[in-house]
């Protein structure tokens, strides 16, 4: 079993649907990031997390320490969202990232 | 553009050699991380440095070492290269080990 799971792995939506994006991960975090990978390969990190939500336009990202779990939300999807989204977490203060295997995501007008 | 720059873009070389590949931060930033993304490994972390000292180790082989320069720039060495080594090398920093990290457009190599 992967440290970090994500689901689904693949999500088809129409443009304008609300999308969520889940990550469990079975170790203790400092902290959790949420990176969004384009097809043309370039990653962008969206947010990093330790505990609560965090918004910033369109998306939102969610953290439960307790139940080592976090969501990241896409309201109003549009088919420039489509993209790799990938969980990653910090492991304990050993600065060693894990990641997950990714949800793609493809949004049709 | 995150202000991370990585050269080259794309390497192409034979099993057995040696590559180096060159990542410069964003200006003032201290940490520099590497990592690998091959097809069927997915992304993994392989080493962070912050301010030219080692802070941590992920799935490096022997075969790669790294190092962060006092000017901050940062080299990933990979020596015997083999098929399996093929894969995207990116780099990423940060303010603090504990900021945002912003990655590079990362470096594309292929072992024929």
């Known amino acids: 079993k992967n440290e970090v799971e994500q689901s689904p792995q693949n999500l088809t939506a129409q443009e304008g649907e609300f999308i969520t994006i889940n990550c469990s991960y079975s170790?203790?975090?400092?902290?959790l990031h949420w990176l969004q990978q384009h097809p043309g390969g370039g990653i962008v990190s969206l947010f990093m997390?330790?505990?609560g939500k965090k918004k910033h336009g369109r998306l939102i990202a969610t953290i439960n320490i307790q139940e080592k779990h976090s969501s990241l939300h896409i309201t109003a999807s549009h088919p420039r969202d489509s993209a790799v989204y990938i969980c990653?977490?910090?492991?304990?203060?050993?600065?060693?990232?894990?990641f997950g295997t990714g949800t793609r995501l493809q949004v049709f007008p | 553009d995150s202000g991370v720059t990585q050269t080259p873009k794309h390497l192409i070389t034979a099993t057995g050699q040696r590559v180096t590949l060159r990542c410069s931060p964003r200006?003032?930033?201290?940490?520099v991380y590497w990592y690998q993304q091959s097809l069927d490994q997915g992304l993994q972390f392989l080493i962070h440095?912050?301010?030219?000292?080692?802070?941590a180790k992920g799935n490096i082989l022997e075969r790669f070492s790294a190092q962060q320069f006092p000017d901050l720039h940062s080299e990933l060495n990979l020596s015997s290269l083999e098929l399996g080594d093929s894969a995207l090398y990116f780099c990423?920093?940060?303010?603090?080990?504990?900021?945002?990290?912003?990655f590079g457009p990362g470096t594309r190599l292929t072992v024929l």
């Open positions: 990653a977490v910090e492991v304990g203060n050993t600065d060693k990232l894990i």
């Open positions: 170790v203790g975090i400092s902290a």
């Open positions: 990423a920093s940060s303010r603090e080990r504990t900021d945002t990290q912003y």
């Open positions: 997390l330790s505990s």
């Open positions: 200006s003032g930033d201290l940490s």
């Open positions: 440095y912050y301010n030219g000292e080692e802070r």
